[in-house]
């Protein structure tokens, strides 16, 4: 194969792994538009409803070790066909569900499942496959799917609501998905998943040797990752999940509120992008905590609009929060892929990942409780910071954070 061919080839796999990321993240996102309606018809409280995304989030977070090792051995294509017709499936039937325990299993626990199948755990490890020298970008631009996904589907969810009801939503969204599980599976994934890099199995830039879940799940940096992700999601889900919410009640349309949480997803991309090529070059530490500010300054003007209900405190929530929305992943899951570089990448990054998937779960059933406790959103507010901080110390006061992708040669590059 030659280098353009195979340079086609690595952005062909990139695509993909944007586009099924893209697809799951900005599903599971939707249920922000949805919660106000489901509520509105159930009369099931704030917590309640919460508790959804909580499920959710737990059973993405859970599933991750399983889904990388999933990976390992059985390979992408039975891996992203369960994950589509487990996303699919469980939105339509969703559509039907009559009991609060209905909606926990549909869209929390087969949702959950079927995201953790699609995103970015299997996207990593084809990624690190693929790219080397720039894989933090790559990173990137895989993870740029979770804006892209928000942009498009929240305010589609939203039409497919205000045109059908929210159980038609969900019914059409399920459908589509379903749909695609054939095209994907008809994919050469013996060729996807082949990959072109070979990496060295010794040493790591950190001095870790790569001796899989086991050795991994014993060292320092290994738990470092996995507290970033934890308190990262608590801070961050807390506040996006009822950011739709909070915004109607305080005056917005409906289709404004989407508009704005999409228009977040929307920069996200350009944050995460940002993030990833800033850290390939300035370093890690610098970049996250550049990003960890920036959250904040959203969720301050977001909660400024409680002050003063007008637009320019929703713009300054969007460009701050939404171009740091998920810009620290490709951070971690290049980190992850440096220092456990060599075999058993997937389950040691999907165990990393559980600690986002834990975090995303109390954060969000969080809210909901603080919600109905005080009436109100600012103790949310003030504790989700306080988690944003949390995350920011992680990097600075572990030193194998610091690390910085070390290249391997390509076998073409090696004779060339």
Known sequence: MTGSTTGWAALGVLALCFLLNALARGAGETYAVFLLPIGRETGWDRADLTSVYSVYM?????????????????????????????????????????????????????????????????????????????????????STGLGTGTLILAPLAQVMVDGFGWRGGYGMLGGAILLLALPVGLLPWRRITAGI????????????????????????????????????????????????????EHGFAPIEAAGAFGAAGMLSIVGMLVVGAAADRFGNRITVSVSYVSTLLGIVSLALVQVHPGFAFVVGFVIFFGGSMGARGPVISTLAATIFSGRGIGAIYGTITTGQGLGAAIGTWMAGFLHDATGGYTVGFVTSSAFILAAMVVFWVVPELATRRRMAKTPEETHS
């Open 58 to 142: 737990l059973a993405n977070g859970l599933a991750s070790p399983f889904v990388g090792a999933a990976f390992d051995r059985f390979g992408g294509r039975a891996l992203y066909v369960f994950g589509l017709l487990s996303l699919g499936g469980g939105f339509w039937l969703a559509g039907h569900m009559e009991q609060l325990w209905h909606l926990s299993v549909t869209v929390g626990i087969m949702g959950g499942l079927g995201i953790a199948s699609l995103g970015m755990i299997p996207g990593s490890i084809l990624i690190s496959r693929w790219f080397d020298g720039r894989m933090g970008t790559a990173m990137a631009v895989a």
């Open 197 to 248: 890099v070979q990496r060295a199995p010794a040493t790591t830039a950190s001095g870790l040797p790569s001796e899989g879940l086991a050795r991994a799940i014993r060292s320092r940096p290994f738990w470092a990752l996995f507290c970033a992700f934890f308190f990262t999601a608590i801070g961050g889900y807390a506040v996006a999940l009822q950011t739709v919410a909070y915004l109607v």
